[in-house]
């Protein structure tokens, strides 16, 4: 499943409902509370910051197998910053659909892997 493509945008009337680049209505927001412009602004954000997401993804994946390749008792599960990569697969997956528990967890093992 593909959402509308990118990049979104806020409507020009309250700025509340949101738009795709082809101009496709993607969301109506309910308008008259605090947090409708804020939601509609993080929701039009919302494929740039997936695409973002993925990029870094795949970016700590490549420093991940440097570091494996460069010191083979390196273990990318095993560093700090493990769960923030496990916070941002799960991010991704919620976005593309994918429910956690039917996908495992990629783990590079090669430069050569991070790098297709």
């Known amino acids: 499943m593909k959402h509308t493509p990118g990049p979104w945008r806020t409507g020009p009337i309250n700025y509340a ?24 602004h993080l ?23 440097l ?19 496990l916070q941002a697969l799960a991010a991704i997956r919620k976005a593309e659909g994918v429910h956690p528990e039917t996908a495992p967890v990629p783990v590079v093992e090669t430069l050569a892997e991070a790098k297709s």
Do not use: M, R
């Open 67 to 85: 570091l494996v390749e460069k010191d083979i008792t390196f273990f990318p599960s095993k560093s700090a910053a493990w769960p923030a990569v």
């Open 17 to 40: 409902d949101i738009y795709g680049a082809n101009g496709d209505l993607v969301a109506l927001i309910p308008k008259g509370f605090d947090y409708t412009i804020p939601n509609s």
């Open 43 to 65: 929701i039009a954000a919302a494929p740039e910051l997936l695409e973002a997401c993925k990029a870094q993804h795949k970016a700590l994946d490549i420093l991940a197998a």
